[in-house]
């Protein structure tokens, strides 16, 4: 019995070293990439991932913090286009419709955003800006804990993506540390797999797929 539960500890334990490592090897891999908004490089496309709306359809505070980063860059010249990619697939969550709706309401002209409502992840979204989109270029907006996720798999699905922390300035948390330990291991899986999006062609979900 004390060999079995050994055995079972030391199995225990190696499945959390490879958890942490694979974790640590997509976090540092594109680290090198998150810059300073000023220093943001000239791209065609800002993508912007979803993170939910709050009470009365508006984008939630972490996703209104990704938006007004990807203003300030359109704003500054580094960009041309804003594509907002989030999860329409449910009819009462139109977050795209929102992020659209946020951001014209600030002066970012309507013919320079574009939508992706089958942005059901980041992976999806990642993979459709390449595929469906044709992003070959881009500069990600999202919180630092989510960045580095979001750099490995857009450069692993062959967009040359650079960094920008939506919380740049702000403390780092933790909040989210354990999630992001998983989903990274999750993001390589998938990548290596060349998993498809959930809905791999189309525009909208709305569009034949």
Same mark, same amino acid.
């Given at each position: ?5 050994? +055995?079972?500890? +030391? ?6 070293? +490879?958890?942490?490592?694979? %974790? ?16 943001a490089p000239q ?6 991932? +979803? ?20 203003? @300030? ?19 009462? *969550? ?25 942005? /059901? %992840?980041?992976?999806?979204? &990642?993979?459709?800006? *390449?595929?469906?989109?044709g992003v070959r ?8 804990? *989510? ?35 998983? &989903?990274?291991?999750? @993001? /390589? ?21």
């Amino acid at each position: 019995m004390r060999g079995w539960v050994l +055995g079972l500890l +030391g199995s225990g334990l190696a499945m959390v070293l +490879g958890v942490w490592v694979v %974790s640590l090897y997509v976090d540092e891999r594109y680290a090198d990439r998150i810059i300073p908004r000023s220093q943001a490089p000239q791209a065609p496309v800002a993508l912007v991932y +979803g993170a939910g709306l709050a009470p009365g359809g508006v984008p939630s505070p972490v996703l209104a913090q990704r938006l007004d980063a990807a203003i @300030a860059l359109y704003r500054a010249g580094k960009v041309d286009t804003l594509l907002l990619s989030g999860d329409n697939s449910d009819p009462f *969550h139109d977050e795209t419709r929102a992020m659209v709706r946020y951001v014209v309401d600030r002066g970012v002209p309507a013919s320079a955003v574009q939508e992706d409502d089958a942005g /059901l %992840s980041t992976y999806d979204s &990642s993979v459709r800006a *390449h595929t469906v989109f044709g992003v070959r270029e881009a500069v990600l907006v999202t919180q630092r804990f *989510h960045l580095t996720r979001a750099l490995y798999i857009a450069n692993s699905v062959g967009i040359d993506a650079w960094g920008v922390a939506a919380d740049e300035g702000r403390p780092r948390t933790r909040r989210y540390a354990l999630r992001e330990t998983l &989903s990274r291991v999750l @993001a /390589l899986g998938m990548v290596l797999a060349e998993a498809k999006p959930r809905y791999p062609s189309g525009r909208t979900l709305a569009a034949p797929r």
